[in-house]
Each structure stands twice: as C-alpha cells, then as structure tokens.
C-alpha cells in the first residue's frame, strides 16, 4: 500500500507540472495580445482525454485519476476561454466550430456509456479505458511528424528540455501505477511518452541546445 501512495503522489505531482506548462503559452498570448503563435488544437483535444479519464476514474473509483483529470480539464478549460478572449473575431468563429464538434464527441460518447451501455453492465469500465487509451496513444504519436522535421532541420528550438524531462517522470509513474494496480488500460497508453521522451532526450544530446524554449508540444499535456 504505500508503494502505491508513493506512486500516486509521483503522478500528481508531475502530471500537474505537465499540465502547468500551459501558463506559459498564457503569458504568450497576454504578452502579445494576440494568440495567434499558440496552437488551440491541444488544448481542446486535451480538455476532451482528461474528461474520459475523469468519467474512467470516476466508473473506477480511483482517486489519483479523478483528482488528476479535474485539475487537467480545469485548467484546460482555462486555456481555451483565454485562448477565445485573445483571438480575432473571424479567427474565433472557426474556434466556436470546432468546439461545437467536440461537445457532440462528448456528448455522443456520454450517451453511448450512460444509455445504451446501463449501469452495471460489466464491459462498460472496459470499453471506457479501451477507449481512453487509443485517444492517448493517438495524441502521444500526433507529434512525431513535427519531431521529424525537427530532426531534419537539425533545429529543437520548440522542443523544452524541462518539459521533456516532466513527460518522462510522469509518463514512468503512471506505467508503474498502473502496473501496481494491474490496470493496463493506465500502464498501456503512457508507455509511448516513455519512448517518445527518449528519443527527445536524445536527440538533445546529439543536436546543439537551443537559445531559447518556445512552446511546449503537444505531448505535454495528454497524461491520463
């Protein structure tokens, strides 16, 4: 038991550095008044996995998950309403759009698990993590094409090292947490960050360290 409150604690604490680096495109934004440096994207696709996780927390009476995934949608909720306030009028009617298209995935989804799958049916924990998982997975490889054309360019100006660092440190607990649990629907998904924060640690060593961190990558934000 308190190796699992160990690694509880672990997730907490890095997740939620994770999930803070998002002040820095805030900063950004008032800075220049304007959000058009700062990708929105994230923020929304994020804002949905946290509330799938919250609702799998929740089904599955884990705390960590729930306390975790509040706090992530919170704040992702806080990104996206600064992002609207920052955006130009033309810029945020497609903005509008594209909310309005993840309200109906979430509201299908919330249907799908409340009505046609009732309480009590015994696949409904597991479709739910299933499909917790392929979301996190999807947005844990989305980067990799961007990655890619850093590395031809020999240029890791958008890549931080300290979030880097964070993504590795909470991508490892939430895979021992889960293991510790026996829960591969947690251990399964955050395996890649693992992978995915090696490579960016190495190719830190292989190319020169940039001047200056921009802002982080998507992968930042995508713990369970």
């Keep these: 038991m308190e190796m699992l409150q160990l690694l509880s604690w672990a997730c907490i604490v890095f997740t939620m550095g994770m999930f803070s680096t998002g002040l820095m495109d805030l900063r950004r934004m008032r800075a220049a008044r304007s959000a058009d440096n700062v990708q929105f994207l994230p923020f929304l696709a ?6 799938g996780w919250l609702c799998y927390g929740t089904l599955k009476g884990d705390g960590t998950l729930v306390l975790v995934n509040t706090v992530g949608a919170s704040l992702q909720a806080l990104y996206i309403v600064c992002y609207l306030y920052y955006s130009n009028q033309r810029k945020r009617r497609a903005l509008y759009s ?11 989804g919330w249907f799908y698990f409340t009505e046609v799958m009732p309480p009590g049916e015994p696949r409904r924990l597991e479709q739910l993590g299933l499909t917790c998982s392929l979301m996190t997975v999807g947005m844990y490889f989305s980067p990799l094409a961007e990655l890619a054309g850093m590395v031809r360019s020999g240029n890791l ?3 931080s090292l300290p979030l880097t660092v964070a993504t590795f440190l909470a991508s490892t607990s939430w895979v ?40 982080p990558s998507f992968s930042k934000r995508i713990q369970v």
């Design 157 to 159: 100006e958008r890549l």
């Design 176 to 215: 021992l947490y889960g293991l510790q649990l026996g829960d591969y629907y947690i251990t399964l998904p955050n395996a890649p960050g693992i992978v995915t924060s090696v490579v960016r640690l190495f190719l830190f060593g292989i190319f020169p360290s940039p001047a200056g961190q921009s802002s």
């Design 98 to 108: 594209e909310i309005a298209c993840a309200a109906a995935v979430l509201a299908g």
């Design 46 to 51: 994020t804002c949905l996995n946290n509330l």
